[in-house]
């Protein structure tokens, strides 16, 4: 009774606190770059679709004016092509670009101008503003939709643009000589829900978007160490291997092995040697420059990528993460487990497109794995850079024990 009373109250507090920061989550990633690029991928088709469906309904409404004047109908055929001409523009504007400033400028401007001349044909039609408000209610619904692919903001901002200028549109000098208080009835009960109903929209896209981002992000992610996984490694490091060639930049390749990991597991356990993994990671995380890629590659395997870094230079870099790695024992409190001291063995290539010949990321790491393989053979705790006989001495050993070549390893 005491325990509940006692806990009772703090839970609608918490839940404050967590729907609060949910909006706050959700403000500021509408903001990001990268939330609007996603968003107006996703949407950008669809947008510029419905954009030219509308285009084709606007002339269609031709058929209506007759319905409702046959008389006078024709006289509104030249405001029918225009407003279908102006959702024409939005439309390619959309498609070039959803976040260009002609798109957002079309996106403010286009929905205005179609009311203005939507205006003026009802002006012209005998009863035409008795089935005015009809038309500005139908309008009113229909735009949330072509809006998906642009900001809550803008899309916020033209929904009260276009339910507030019918009734400042006589300043302009265009009248629908419209009942104002049944427009306003009318918009007073529409604009609420229109407008729930598109910030709903907005969270419902924000929650696929954030489930995305973690899916992607477990994709990428090694589950143990938070570093890059190989597959991203092997997809990011063709990408900077490229783009160095491409500069004409030398990158180089670390490639490191924990020496003795067997005993590790076998002495202490598998869960020791996680820890012990994780270590190693934390380690190269706190080594690495920002442009460098450090991924997992493999069980006690890892990775790191040097952007603009000569071969020595990279030898330099592994030397130093080698020197870390061996004056940083790992500390397993409240086990029986003494202070843990590693080594690693790391081999180093690099891909000098001086050389004529520019490397991709396979030969990369097969003569890196080439150079750990020499540390290892050296008595491990030591950094080898790659020479070019390892490769002649890897297919002698091949051809000599029967077995393949050890590339890709
Ligand atoms: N705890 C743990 N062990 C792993 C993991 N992945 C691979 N291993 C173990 O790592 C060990 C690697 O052993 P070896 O390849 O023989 O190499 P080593 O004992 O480090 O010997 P050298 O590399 O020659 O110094 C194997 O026993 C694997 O079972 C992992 O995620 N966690």
Request: glycine residues 6%; proline residues 0%.
């Given at each position: 009774m005491s325990r509940q009373?006692?806990?009772g109250p703090e839970r609608p507090q918490d839940n404050h606190t967590e729907l609060w920061q949910l909006w706050r989550e959700f403000a500021i990633t509408l903001r990001t770059p990268d939330y609007r690029l996603a968003k107006a991928q996703d949407f950008g088709v669809f947008t510029t679709g419905a954009l030219l469906i509308t285009a084709v309904f606007v002339l269609l409404n031709i058929a209506w004016d007759y319905a409702i004047d046959p008389v006078n109908a024709h006289q509104a055929i030249g405001h029918r092509l225009f407003q279908s001409a102006a959702v024409l523009v939005w439309a390619i504007a959309t498609w070039c670009h959803v976040h260009s400033w002609p798109a957002r400028l079309a996106t403010i401007l286009v929905p205005l101008m179609v009311q203005v001349s939507f205006i003026e044909v009802l002006s012209l039609l005998d009863n035409g503003n008795a089935f005015g408000i009809g038309g500005f209610l139908y309008f009113f619904i229909f735009v949330p939709f072509l809006?998906?692919?642009?900001?809550?903001?803008l899309s916020l901002l033209v929904l009260a643009l276009i339910t507030v200028f019918p009734l400042f549109a006589p300043t302009f000098g265009v009248s629908a000589d419209l009942d104002r208080e049944i427009y306003l009835a009318y918009m007073l009960i529409s604009f609420p829900p229109v407008v729930a109903l598109r910030i709903f929209f907005e969270?419902?896209?924000?929650?696929?978007?954030?489930?995305?981002?973690?899916?992607?992000?477990?994709a990428n992610t090694d589950g143990m160490t938070r570093l890059l996984n190989r597959r991203r490694f092997l997809l990011e490091g063709t990408k900077l291997l490229a783009d160095a060639r491409h500069r004409n930049q030398t990158a180089s390749l670390v490639f490191i092995d924990i020496d003795h990991f067997k005993t590790i597991n076998d002495t202490y356990g598998h869960h020791i040697g996680d820890i012990a993994i994780d270590h190693l990671a934390e380690i190269m995380r706190q080594c690495a420059r920002s442009g460098d890629l450090v991924a997992r590659y493999g069980g006690e395997e890892f990775m790191v990528l040097l952007p603009s870094t000569e071969l020595g230079l990279a030898k330099e870099v592994a030397q130093r993460l080698r020197r870390t790695?061996?004056?940083t024992p790992l500390n397993v409190p409240e086990t029986d487990v003494p202070d843990l001291e590693l080594t690693i063995s790391a081999g180093v290539a690099s891909n000098n497109p001086q050389d004529g010949k520019p490397h991709d990321i396979d030969v990369l790491i097969h003569n890196a794995d080439l150079a750990v393989y020499a540390a290892k053979r050296g008595g491990r705790n030591r950094v080898v850079r790659f020479e070019r006989d390892m490769n002649t001495q890897d297919q002698h050993d091949s051809r000599a024990d029967g077995t393949p070549s050890s590339a890709g390893n």
């Open positions: 009373g006692k806990h809006l998906l692919a642009q900001s809550l903001r969270y419902l896209y924000w929650g696929l978007y954030r489930y995305r981002r973690q899916i992607e992000h477990h790695v061996a004056s």
